[in-house]
């Protein structure tokens, strides 16, 4: 049976034109958030690793005492504080050593903080995101 062409429905036709254009836009829209997710997730883990390198440096602040025969490293507030600070100033960008505290004088902990920004401008993410990272670090000669 043959169907004859010509007596197609006017209704039937039609434009993919707004179609194509939504889902470019939903696309551009999809492009933009994953480029600020994965900006947002490298600053997080830049600060990570800042904190774990200001604890490193810190717990390296310690004065060297002798406990009976046994020599003891014990760390100095002072000077844990002075060198995580130090590898803090060092970092690209503005992040600040919220604290640099030991509770036994063996450990560290370091908490640093900082401000993200999005590199690309979308509707859909914030303006800014205030991220914080945290490390512990032992004191290697106790």
């Known amino acids: 049976m043959r169907r004859d062409l010509s007596a197609v429905d006017v209704d039937d036709e039609g434009s993919i034109l707004p179609l194509v254009l939504g889902y470019a836009v939903l696309a551009i829209a999809v492009i933009l958030v994953c480029v600020d997710a994965t900006s947002l997730y490298l600053a997080q883990k830049?600060?990570?690793?800042?904190?774990?390198?200001?604890?490193?440096?810190?717990?390296?602040?310690?004065?060297?005492?002798?406990?009976?025969?046994?020599?003891?490293?014990?760390?100095?507030?002072?000077?844990?504080?002075?060198?995580?600070q130090a590898?803090?100033?060092?970092?690209?960008?503005?992040?600040?050593?919220?604290?640099?505290?030991?509770?036994?004088?063996?450990?560290?902990?370091v908490t640093v903080a900082a401000a993200w920004h999005p590199p690309v401008?979308?509707?859909?993410?914030?303006?800014?995101?205030?991220?914080?990272?945290s490390a512990t670090s032992r004191n290697a000669l106790d």
Do not use: M, W
């Open 46 to 84: 830049r600060l990570d690793a800042l904190a774990d390198a200001a604890a490193l440096a810190a717990s390296d602040g310690f004065s060297l005492t002798i406990e009976g025969d046994e020599p003891r490293a014990r760390l100095d507030e002072e000077r844990l504080r002075v060198q995580a």
């Open 121 to 133: 401008l979308a509707p859909f993410v914030p303006d800014g995101v205030s991220l914080r990272a």
């Open 87 to 109: 590898i803090v100033e060092a970092a690209p960008g503005d992040p600040q050593l919220v604290a640099a505290a030991s509770d036994d004088l063996v450990s560290v902990r």
